[in-house]
């Protein structure tokens, strides 16, 4: 699941024949809810140090979904150099 919250801000700006600003605000919003998402990873160690790692993710946002992939090379830092 992700969780989102946000709020959302309209406000409307122009200028007409008269060189006259038109603002109009519509107001505040606040959107908060889940959408599910899932999805498939492999990862592979390629020694102590190096690994990588693809996915494949589906968001299903509303009536609306989206398909991911995501290839990941990941390095781990010996903090004892430091």
């Given at each position: 699941m992700?969780?989102?919250d946000g709020q959302v801000q309209n406000t409307?700006?122009?200028t007409?024949?008269?060189?006259q600003a038109d603002k109009r605000r519509k107001g505040?919003?606040?959107n908060r809810?889940?959408?599910p998402y899932f999805g498939l990873g492999l990862s592979y160690k390629i020694d102590d140090r190096w690994r990588t790692?693809?996915?494949i993710d589906r968001y299903a946002m509303g009536s609306t979904e989206t398909d991911t992939?995501?290839?990941?090379?990941?390095?781990r830092?010996?903090?004892a150099w430091f």
């Open positions: 992700v969780a989102w409307f700006v122009s007409g024949y008269t060189g505040e919003v606040n809810g889940y959408d790692r693809f996915d992939a995501t290839l990941t090379l990941e390095y830092v010996d903090w």
